[in-house]
């Protein structure tokens, strides 16, 4: 019975030894056959960089159109979208109106002053004129007293009458009271003259404090029609735009990321390999590869 099963159904010794044999030669085969089909190792690792720039609103306010999509290729200036300009508008507005009043009254200070400059100088005039018509008076007083000296002492000599001698002191007495009253009338012109001079002084630095609310409101102007000029987004630099952070229609800040823009025609490639990859590079450029070629 166990010959019959030996020579029927069971297997001789040799021949499942030779099974044995054969199945540690196709293990062997695979893994040669696995090593020699594993794909080459890298010789290093790295990343290939572009430079990116990330444009972001200038001003505050809805985003009304924003026409950038990622993977759109833009030129430098090309329009990106618009920020709604309308509270810039009414700003500029109030700013001009504020501009245009002070320019009204830096006008009307600027006449003022000018009329009061006029009378000023007709003043001074005035006083001028008194003052060289007192010089006048007092060299005819000079002459009166000395008249009147030499009536006295004709008169103590019998040799003019008591008639000339009042006549001469009544003419003294008379030009000296011109010339007190013109010394009235020049000290009253002196007080008027101060006077003006304080309004023109007055008028002046009002002008000047219109003239320098007019450069402000201009300055103000200014700003704004800049910042109305900023609400236009212009795309900074060529590229392709790489991802959006905003869509049409959403309020933005001042500074708040829209988009990423990078020119991927010009990129930086940064390798890193390890000392023993370095070295046999290294190695290679000085005494070339098996071929002989130059490494």
């Not at 099974?19 to 890298?42: E, G, K």
């Not at 329009?79 to 810039?88: C, E, R, S, V, Y």
């Not at 009329?115 to 003052?131: F, G």
Request: with cysteine; aromatic share 4%; glycine share 6%.
């Amino acid at each position: 019975m166990d010959r019959g099963r030996d020579s029927g159904f069971g297997l001789p010794r040799a021949t499942s030894r030779g099974i044995r044999n054969s199945r540690c030669a196709l293990v062997v085969a695979a893994v040669a056959l696995t090593a020699c089909t594993r794909a080459p190792q890298p010789d290093a690792y790295g990343n290939v960089e572009a430079s990116e720039v990330i444009v972001s609103s200038e001003v505050g306010g809805q985003l009304t159109t924003f026409t950038v999509e990622e993977g759109q290729t833009l030129a430098r200036g090309d329009k990106a979208g618009t920020i709604d300009p309308t509270q810039l508008s009414l700003q500029r507005s109030q700013a001009v109106a504020q501009r245009d009043g002070a320019s009204s009254r830096a006008g009307e200070f600027t006449s003022q002053f000018q009329v009061l400059m006029a009378q000023r100088d007709a003043l001074q005039a005035q006083h001028d004129a008194a003052s060289a018509q007192r010089g006048a008076l007092q060299a005819q007083l000079e002459v009166a007293r000395r008249n009147h000296e030499r009536t006295q002492r004709l008169f103590a000599q019998q040799a003019a009458t008591a008639q000339q001698l009042d006549q001469a002191e009544r003419d003294a007495r008379v030009l000296q009271d011109q010339v007190r009253a013109q010394d009235e009338q020049i000290a009253a012109q002196e007080r008027q003259v101060a006077a003006q001079n304080a309004q023109v002084a007055a008028a002046r630095q009002q002008q000047r404090t219109a003239q320098t609310q007019v450069s402000a409101s201009e300055a103000q102007v200014a700003q704004v029609d800049d910042r109305i000029r900023r609400s236009a987004i212009a795309n900074p630099t060529a590229g392709t735009v790489l991802v959006t952070y905003a869509r049409a229609g959403e309020i933005v800040q001042p500074g708040q990321p829209l988009y990423k823009v990078a020119d991927v025609r010009t990129v930086d490639v940064r390798a890193f390999v390890t000392q023993p990859q370095l070295a046999s590079r290294a190695a290679t450029r000085r005494f070339g590869n098996s071929s002989g070629t130059p490494a």
